[in-house]
C-alpha cells in the first residue's frame, strides 16, 4: 500500500536531520533463507542500504518475553 511511493525515504531523512549531531543505531530482521519472509528482510535492508545507512559488524540478539495477565 504504501511502498515505493516515497515516504519512508522522506521520513528516514527528516529523522537523519532531525538528529544529525547524534549517531543512531538501528535494528533490521536477520538475513536468512529460513524465514518466510526472506524477500521483505531483504528489501528493508536494501531499503536502508539505498538511503546511505551503513552496515556494522554487530548482531543484536533479542529475547521473546510473554506476559501472561
Known sequence: MY????????????????????????????INEKYVDIEIRKKRLNFYLKNNIHLINYLSIE??????F
Open 3 to 30: 511502498r515505493d511511493k516515497g515516504y519512508g525515504t522522506y521520513l528516514l531523512n527528516e529523522e537523519l536531520k532531525l538528529y544529525k549531531e547524534n549517531t543512531i543505531y538501528l535494528n533490521i530482521d536477520e
Open 63 to 68: 529475547k521473546i518475553v510473554m506476559l501472561i
